[in-house]
């Protein structure tokens, strides 16, 4: 199993309408959690980062369930430009520390 | 937040030889790390650079073919060695740029390498 499991996707979507993207991961020792976007042949980039209490920064909201180890992150009012990869984050502190990345949920937003 | 330099940003190399990619970073950073995304992959973790030691790799990769060096807290080199095709992928310095509390994972723009 892996440590961090999305949905490969693609999402297609008609511009304006509301997606909805799920991360589960099965690392307890789990600190800190973040989504990234990545662009076609670009490198990742940090979107917005996840907290326990949700956060929402324009359009995007995210949301975080630990008991479920359990991430979620939303695109209301979807845009042409929110066409990309969307790969769920997690930072690991148990033995060593790093960030291991889901597989990326595809997205494509259509006119 | 951390502004990273990777060099080259593209290669193409015959098989068998070995490739150092460079990774400058423009202030002092704690944890460095190296990535690869194979062609319509996610990224995978190769190792953690740690300065003044030897680095730390993930399973699967192992120092003979993957060495790393990390002389100071802004500089570190990946070395992909005696390549074969399997190696073509991106490559991908990252860094914790810890700022306001928060860590933040900031990514090089990633040496695009070719093994023919």
């Known amino acids: 199993r892996k440590e961090v499991e999305q949905d490969p996707g693609p999402f297609n979507v008609p511009e304006g309408a509301t997606v909805a993207f799920n991360c589960t991961y099965s690392?307890?020792?789990?600190?800190?959690f973040f989504w990234y976007r990545q662009d076609c042949r670009k490198e990742p980039k940090l979107l917005m980062s996840?907290?326990?209490s949700g956060n929402e920064d324009g359009r995007f909201t995210a949301q975080l369930n630990r008991a479920s180890q359990y991430i979620s992150l939303l695109i209301r009012d979807s845009k042409l430009s929110d066409s990309a990869t969307y790969l769920c984050?997690?930072?690991?502190?148990?033995?060593?520390?790093?960030?291991?990345f889901g597989t990326g949920t595809r997205l494509k937003v259509l006119a | 937040s951390a502004v990273i330099s990777q060099k080259p940003s593209r290669d193409i190399c015959q098989r068998g030889t070995s490739l150092t990619i460079q990774c400058q970073v423009d202030?002092?950073?704690?944890?460095m790390f190296w990535y690869r995304q194979q062609p319509g992959q996610s990224l995978t973790l190769i190792a953690t650079?740690?300065?003044?030691?030897?680095?730390?790799?993930e399973s699967g990769f192992v120092i003979d073919k993957f060495p790393i060096s990390r002389p100071n807290l802004t500089f570190s080199t990946l070395t992909v060695s005696n390549m074969s095709p399997e190696d073509s992928s991106i490559y991908l310095c990252?860094?914790?740029?810890?700022?306001?509390?928060?860590?933040?994972?900031?990514f090089g723009a990633g040496s695009r390498l070719t093994v023919l």
């Open positions: 990252s860094v914790d740029a810890r700022g306001s509390g928060a860590n933040v994972l900031t």
């Open positions: 690392n307890s020792a789990s600190q800190s």
């Open positions: 996840v907290y326990s």
């Open positions: 984050v997690v930072w690991v502190t148990s033995g060593t520390y790093k960030y291991i």
């Open positions: 202030s002092q950073v704690t944890m």
């Open positions: 650079a740690n300065q003044g030691s030897e680095a730390t790799y």
